[in-house]
């Protein structure tokens, strides 16, 4: 038996393996031996890697469905490496064209003929996006009596049809969900080109981050607050602690989401601005950033425009949301 197939065997027996343990097990060859049979099973699809140095184990690849091909034109691999990314179920982002060709095997799909099909998919989304922004207005203009918004804006949309969540809401909720650093600093590089651009566009001197609701060690919030260093003042806001928390997200009537966020979210500033924006992390129904615009008007802190500027949104209902 070669050395391949008796790393393979031991890994199969195992469950999964360190380098250590495999180096260990063969006896034979040096650690920089074991090294290269490992690259070259990894680059055969025989095997799968999960974990980051110092601890990174080995697994037998799930069989895969292997297309004719995954070539593309260079428009659309330039799109999908954009616009894509794939988180798998163990954590490891994949993003881009490969990430697309891993998530299409994994789902037994074409990629040439899904990558097609991602495209105009894309295209059907991007119609709602003007000057890289998405209007959300009209869609929570039927939702509420009265709007105190002037304007609501997405980046990006949080997920899309068929193909799940955006990159964009990807990024957004392992960021906030699994508390990583990296990501959340990824996040502000990512969306800083648009805060910036619009404040402005509209001429805005006061900026309002919407607090969070549950308690983390790590605040995705704060993070963009610091992290974005927007050269304007910042309205002072609370979040009113009860007895109970309960997010806005695990509401699903509307009446229950206004009056979640027009009784704990409490707007303390008292100076004037001219133009005012309100940065939230997700918008479904829009509940919280319509009453914080209405605390805004109601203590008359500007005579202005208020903006609404949510990292991403939901194309109707907002159930979806609810996992961020």
Avoid at 123 to 141: A, E, H, R, T, V
Wanted: some cysteine.
């Amino acid at each position: 038996m070669n050395t391949a197939s008796r790393i393979i065997e031991y890994i199969t027996q195992h469950g999964q393996a360190s380098g250590k343990e495999i180096t260990d097990f063969l006896g034979t060859i040096g650690s920089r031996g074991v090294r290269k049979q490992l690259k070259s099973l990894l680059d055969r699809g025989k095997l799968q890697k999960v974990g980051k140095p110092p601890k990174v184990y080995y697994l037998i690849s799930l069989q895969k469905f292997e297309p004719e091909t995954t070539e593309v034109n260079s428009a659309t691999e330039k799109i999908i490496n954009e616009r894509y990314l794939y988180v798998t179920p163990s954590g490891v982002s994949k993003p881009g064209w490969s990430g697309f060709i891993d998530w299409c095997a994994k789902t037994h799909q074409d990629p040439v003929k899904t990558a097609e099909e991602y495209i105009n998919t894309i295209k059907k989304y991007d119609q709602f996006k003007k000057n890289g922004l998405i209007n959300g207005l009209p869609k929570i203009n039927k939702t509420f009596d009265r709007i105190w918004l002037d304007y609501l804006f997405y980046i990006d949309f949080y997920s899309i049809e068929r193909f799940g969540k955006t990159k964009l809401g990807q990024i957004l909720l392992y960021a906030k969900q699994s508390q990583n650093i990296a990501l959340i600093r990824q996040l502000i590089r990512d969306i800083h080109p648009a805060i910036t651009t619009y404040i402005t566009k509209y001429n805005i001197d006061g900026v309002l981050f919407i607090p969070p609701t549950v308690k983390r060690e790590i605040q995705l919030m704060k993070m963009l607050e610091s992290g974005l260093q927007l050269p304007i003042r910042k309205l002072s806001v609370a979040k009113i602690r009860t007895d109970i928390v309960v997010p806005q997200k695990t509401l699903s009537k509307l009446e229950d989401r206004v009056e979640n966020a027009s009784h704990t979210i409490i707007v303390e500033d008292v100076n004037h601005y001219n133009n005012i924006l309100i940065i939230d992390d997700a918008v479904g129904s829009g509940a919280t950033l319509n009453e914080t615009a209405k605390q805004i008007r109601n203590k008359k802190l500007t005579k202005g425009l208020i903006i609404g500027l949510a990292i991403t949104g939901s194309y109707k209902g907002f159930d979806v949301i609810s996992e961020v």
